[in-house]
């Protein structure tokens, strides 16, 4: 089966930079995708990975190294908004459904 | 494109009542998916269908959840009889490759 570690809670200023950490253990890996969800809101899409390396979107960057089963999210120059849950997900033993984490909660402060 | 929609957005129900969701998904995607999130379990996937055909329902919890997809725009997730323990936020998600799922704004079931 699928299963995801990654830290319950995570703090930052303004401005700053914050790593969030996947671990994951997959009977076939197909790539690990990272969602945010705000408050009462809707997981949305952020990146996918399927080789390893840095892939990056304007502040958000994601990582993987697939020989170490491990991935991770970059947040730079942190605003109030990205106060939010995330999830790092891989795919089921089909290759299609994704079994997500149990999140990470990013808190903002000024 | 007016991306996922569920209805209802809000349910509130007493122990024992039929409750029946409702998902239309994008159109062109050909899966779909049910997912439920609550505190304690996170974001469960319950089951998917691909090209109207149910694939993988091993995430349902028990016999009184059903999912059909009758059609490519139209899906429903039916609880019968509910308990309280299914409350949560019911997701309904499609995508048209594996990589990216858009998920619609999710249904808040409260059962007393």
């Known amino acids: 089966g699928q299963s995801l570690e990654q830290p319950s809670e995570v703090t930052a200023v303004e401005g700053a930079i914050v790593q969030i950490n996947c671990t994951y253990q997959?009977?076939?890996?197909?790539?690990l995708s990272w969602y945010q969800q705000h408050d009462g809101g809707a997981p949305t899409f952020l990146s996918y990975?399927?080789?390893?390396g840095l892939e990056e979107t304007g502040r958000f960057s994601s990582f993987l190294s697939r020989s170490d089963s491990y991935g991770y999210l970059l947040l730079q120059e942190l605003q109030m908004k990205d106060s939010a849950s995330y999830f790092c997900?891989?795919?089921?033993?089909?290759?299609?459904?994704?079994?997500f984490g149990k999140g990470t909660t990013l808190s903002v402060s000024s | 494109d007016a991306g996922v929609i569920q209805s209802p957005r809000h349910e509130v129900t007493e122990m024992g009542q039929e409750v029946t969701l409702r998902c239309k998904p994008i159109?062109?995607?050909?899966?779909l998916f049910w997912y439920r999130q609550t505190m304690m379990r996170g974001l469960e996937l319950l089951i998917y269908?691909?090209?109207?055909?149910?694939?993988?329902d091993s995430g349902m919890p028990e016999d009184r959840f059903s999912a059909k997809m009758p059609n490519a725009s139209f899906s429903t997730l039916k609880i019968q009889p509910s308990e309280p323990r299914d409350s949560a936020v019911y997701f309904c998600?499609?995508?048209?490759?594996?990589?990216?799922?858009?998920f619609g704004p999710g249904t808040r079931l409260t059962v007393l």
């Open positions: 997900a891989v795919r089921d033993g089909t290759g299609t459904a994704l079994i």
């Open positions: 997959t009977s076939g890996f197909y790539g």
């Open positions: 998600a499609s995508s048209s490759s594996s990589d990216t799922q858009y």
């Open positions: 990975n399927a080789l390893d």
């Open positions: 269908f691909n090209n109207n055909v149910p694939i993988d």
């Open positions: 159109s062109g995607h050909n899966s």
